[in-house]
């Protein structure tokens, strides 16, 4: 499944969407890099609601 993950506050929830496309990626992946996956982490970075009304350029972004 995805993550939604707040850069803000935290909260990290289930995305109600796109489990069909990571189940499909993760088959691509096994069978086209001839790859066996343990295991995967899909997440989205972003502005959950509450702190998205705040505005997001209040937030500090730094990925790595």
């Known amino acids: 499944h995805a993550n ?3 850069i803000v506050c935290g909260t990290v929830v289930d ?3 796109g489990q069909n496309i990571v189940t499909d990626l993760r ?3 096994e069978d086209q ?3 066996e996956v343990a295991s995967q ?3 989205f970075y972003g502005w959950c ?3 998205a009304s705040n505005g997001p350029s209040e937030a ?5």
């Open 4 to 6: 939604l993950v707040c």
């Open 15 to 17: 995305a109600d969407v």
């Open 27 to 29: 088959a691509i992946v």
């Open 33 to 35: 890099a001839e790859f």
């Open 41 to 43: 982490r899909v997440d």
């Open 49 to 51: 609601p509450g702190c």
């Open 60 to 64: 500090s972004v730094s990925f790595s």
